[in-house]
């Protein structure tokens, strides 16, 4: 009776292995020998285009079901979608390296049915050499005094081989003075400066070298600056952070003066009922600090006030220190 019970169990196995093999063992199997292609460098505006291969190592097919690149910049098609067990097929891959430069990776993703494989990886990656080389990329000058005359030099080169020609280097901002001070075969040399009437604070501007026989007809050249009078609050801009309880908060200010001749303040005025403030010299004409309080009583919004100050100097009668709080939530 054993026996027979045991034949049974085997014979049983046997015909499970035998019957249902391929649905336990069958899976397709995702395989690119060559994942990254290395495109070298070009020059800005070339387009690259490479075919991966793809096989199917499994023994069931192989279905790309989707492919995602990593920017708009690059396109990808398969050649087919479904690829049969140890058959292959291609996926292209397209980049225009129009408006890039330096080194650039880019990547396509493969989404498929491979259970240990479902989303494979294949990169492009090289240097994209520009038509025209700027250097520096960008000017920042940092914090200036007002009128005060300083320059950064340029210089523009074109691409050795390349047919392009470089033409005018010009701002349209009435703020930036730009000064053309050699000019060769291929280079460009120049100088940019603040003009002596741009007015105080933050200076976003640029310098624009137009091209001719490139893949664009113009370079930007960012420029950067902080133009600060001869008066200069520290900290510029005054924050309270939570603003609660019944005691009044209080905080200082310096007004220095870098100019040479002594200012003095002669008026403070807040356009908030819950701001005061009060100065006092430290170095007279020079050197002042400005308490100013705030009665958190009289606070019923999100506080968001300005303090006028008031000065001697004709060039800055009128210094603005913007002040900030939160008020704290109420309680129930």
Same mark, same amino acid.
């Given at each position: ?6 034949? /049974? ?6 015909? %499970?292995?035998?019957?249902? &093999? ?16 290395? %495109? ?10 490479? *075919? ?9 097919? $192989?279905?790309? #079901? ?48 491979? #259970? ?9 990656? =090289? ?27 340029? /210089? ?6 390349? !047919?392009?020609?470089?033409? *005018?280097?010009?701002? %349209? ?7 053309? $001070?050699?000019? #060769? ?32 007809? !113009?370079?930007? $050249?960012?420029? %950067? ?20 309880? #019944? ?7 310096? $007004?220095?003066?870098? =100019?040479? *001749? ?33 009665? &958190? ?31 704290? &939530?109420?309680?129930?």
């Amino acid at each position: 009776m054993k026996l027979a019970e045991r034949c /049974t169990k085997s014979l049983i196995a046997l015909l %499970f292995i035998g019957i249902f &093999p391929a649905a336990v063992f069958s899976q397709s199997k995702i395989s690119v020998p060559n994942p990254v292609y290395d %495109f070298g460098t070009i020059s800005q505006g070339t387009k690259v285009h490479h *075919e991966f291969v793809v096989k199917n190592l499994g023994n069931s097919d $192989l279905d790309i #079901q989707r492919l995602v690149t990593s920017c708009g910049c690059t396109a990808s098609s398969a050649s087919n979608d479904k690829i049969a067990p140890n058959a292959e097929g291609k996926i292209s891959v397209d980049f225009d390296s129009s408006g890039f430069s330096g080194e650039k990776v880019k990547t396509v993703t493969v989404y498929n049915n491979d #259970q240990d494989n479902p989303s494979l990886i294949l990169t492009l990656q =090289g240097t994209v050499e520009p038509d025209v080389m700027v250097e520096p990329k960008n000017i920042v000058f940092g914090d200036l005094p007002k009128g005060m005359e300083t320059a950064r030099e340029v /210089t523009v080169t074109a691409r050795s081989g390349s !047919s392009v020609k470089i033409g *005018e280097v010009k701002s %349209f901002s009435k703020n930036l003075v730009v000064k053309e $001070l050699s000019r #060769q075969a291929g280079a460009v040399r120049f100088s940019v400066a603040i003009s002596p009437t741009a007015p105080m604070g933050e200076l976003r501007d640029r310098v624009v070298v137009f091209t001719q026989g490139s893949a664009s007809s !113009s370079v930007n $050249l960012p420029v %950067f600056a902080s133009l600060k009078g001869d008066l200069r609050l520290s900290p510029p801009t005054l924050s309270f952070g939570i603003i609660e309880g #019944q005691e009044k908060l209080r905080k200082t200010v310096k $007004l220095e003066n870098f =100019g040479t *001749e002594n200012v003095q303040i002669t008026k403070l005025d807040s356009d908030n009922g819950a701001v005061h403030a009060t100065f006092k010299p430290i170095k007279d004409g020079r050197i002042f600090v400005i308490d100013i309080e705030i009665d &958190p009583k009289q606070v019923k919004n999100d506080l968001r006030a300005t303090l006028n100050i008031e000065t001697s100097k004709s060039a800055e009668q009128q210094l603005t220190l913007n002040i900030y709080g939160v008020l704290a &939530p109420a309680v129930n």
